[in-house]
Structure formats: structure tokens, C-alpha cells
């Protein structure tokens, strides 16, 4: 692939793509989620704006895929009565992923680490609890889509993340077809993207979308340098972890 990004192709990764993604017209992603060679396979989901399309579309297949959420205690009330609904209607093997109680007091007593430290605060509450989440499997699934973001316009629909792989299902679905699958499968929309959430994140970090911005144009906008919160490792990375200063 010629948008492959720098180090993000090796023997397995290529074997895969070449039987069941050789091109954006030739995408059979039931029979990759289905390949033996992925491993131990988990779906993360945010419970957020547009989940619920990738929750139908990979579990009607997999009606027993773990999914993985990271609950943070820092998000909207609406989005864990959201991800309460889409468990009971869609029969999810929900597995709650939670930080670690005594570091989050040591080092957010005071709950304002996202105003002083983004960081720091989506690593202590997100990256290290999903890094140990992840640890019980091979491959992960992801919501992410090209269209989202002018950072993820050349995202590859299977690529390596550090030790795992990760698989984008939805990587080149557009938003028509995103709508279009909410009105044929009758799926609920999370509660918020009425008021203009299009992409929902932790409440203190997250405002509703202004006219002609990117759907994740909410996310972290006070913090014009960050993008993402760091659970996406990326194919040269490795998780190390660090005590926080």
C-alpha cells in the first residue's frame, strides 16, 4: 500500500492484506477477524458517537468477541447509560477496563490532571489500563476512520501497534455510510451527538463541534498540539511504563 505508514508493514501483516485486503474494492473483513493468524482477538470500544456501528457490525459475526471499555470516571453520564443500553440490546461480552485506584489519588487527588497535564492524565486513566487489558490478547479492533481527521486520512485498514495487531473494520466507511447503517439496523445514537458531540472522549476534554470542523475538532481543544489520548501505539511503538513525575 502506498499510504502504508513507515514501518507498519512485516511477512505477517502483508500475508494478510494480500488474502483478504488487496485492495479498497476487494475488502473481505469477516474472513480477516475469522483468520486464525490474528490470534486472541478483542474489540475496544468508547461507547461514543459512532460505536455502535462498528458493536453491530463486527459482533453480529462474532456474537462472543470481548469488548473492551476503558472507564475512565471521567466520562459523560450519558455515555455509560449509552454503553449500558448498547450491552443489554446487542448482547455484548463487555469486559469494563478500569484505572488503577491508588495511582490515580497519588497523582489526581484533586481531579484536575486533564487541565495541567492532558498527558499525563489520558496515560494514568486510558493507556496503562488498556496496555494491561490488551496484554490477555493478540490482535485489537478499532473504530477509527480516515474521514474523521486530516491525522488519520491515510489510516491502513490492518497495521501493527506495537506488540499487537490492530485491525480498522470502518477505516474507509464514509459518514453517509455510517448514517446509513444506524437507519437500516434501527441503532440508538448516543445521547449527546444531538447537542453537537461528534466525537465523544471524557467530559472534561470533550465540547460539542462547530460548523466545518473535523468530527474530532472536540476533542482536547483547549490542548491544539494533542490529537489523540495515546492508546494508539503506532508501528514502531512499544508500551513502556514509566513511574509518573
Known amino acids: 500500500m502506498s499510504d502504508w505508514p513507515p514501518g507498519g508493514s512485516d511477512a505477517l501483516l502483508d500475508a494478510l492484506q494480500a488474502d483478504h485486503l488487496p485492495d479498497r474494492t476487494h475488502v473481505d473483513m469477516a474472513g480477516l477477524l475469522a483468520d486464525r493468524r490474528l490470534g486472541r482477538v478483542a474489540l475496544v470500544s468508547s461507547f461514543g458517537a459512532e460505536s455502535a456501528v462498528l458493536l453491530h457490525h463486527v459482533t453480529r459475526d462474532f456474537p462472543d468477541m470481548p469488548v473492551l471499555f476503558i472507564d475512565t470516571g471521567r466520562h459523560f453520564p450519558e455515555t455509560l447509560s449509552y454503553r449500558d443500553e448498547l450491552c443489554e440490546r446487542l448482547g455484548l461480552n463487555l469486559i469494563n477496563v478500569v484505572p488503577d485506584t491508588a495511582l490515580i489519588e497519588t497523582e489526581d487527588p484533586d481531579r484536575t490532571l486533564h487541565a495541567r497535564d492532558p498527558n499525563m492524565?489520558?496515560?494514568?486513566?486510558?493507556?496503562?489500563?488498556?496496555?494491561?487489558?490488551?496484554?490477555?490478547?493478540?490482535?485489537?479492533?478499532?473504530?477509527?476512520?480516515?474521514?474523521?481527521?486530516?491525522?488519520?486520512?491515510?489510516?491502513?485498514?490492518?497495521?501493527?501497534?506495537?506488540?499487537?495487531?490492530?485491525?480498522?473494520?470502518?477505516?474507509?466507511?464514509?459518514?453517509?455510510?455510517?448514517?446509513?447503517?444506524?437507519?437500516?439496523?434501527?441503532?440508538?445514537?448516543?445521547?449527546?451527538?444531538?447537542?453537537?458531540y461528534a466525537s465523544i472522549g471524557c467530559a472534561p476534554c470533550t465540547r460539542p463541534v462547530r460548523d466545518g470542523e473535523d468530527p474530532r475538532a472536540g476533542r482536547w481543544a483547549d490542548t491544539p498540539d494533542k490529537t489523540e489520548c495515546g492508546i494508539h501505539l503506532g508501528p514502531d511503538g512499544r508500551f513502556t511504563r514509566s513511574r509518573p513525575h
Open 121 to 196: 492524565c489520558c496515560m494514568l486513566r486510558k493507556t496503562f489500563p488498556l496496555a494491561d487489558a490488551l496484554a490477555a490478547f493478540d490482535t485489537w479492533i478499532s473504530g477509527r476512520k480516515r474521514y474523521q481527521a486530516s491525522t488519520r486520512a491515510a489510516l491502513p485498514a490492518i497495521e501493527r501497534d506495537g506488540d499487537h495487531i490492530k485491525v480498522n473494520p470502518l477505516v474507509f466507511w464514509t459518514q453517509d455510510q455510517i448514517a446509513a447503517y444506524f437507519q437500516a439496523y434501527d441503532l440508538p445514537p448516543h445521547p449527546l451527538t444531538a447537542r453537537g
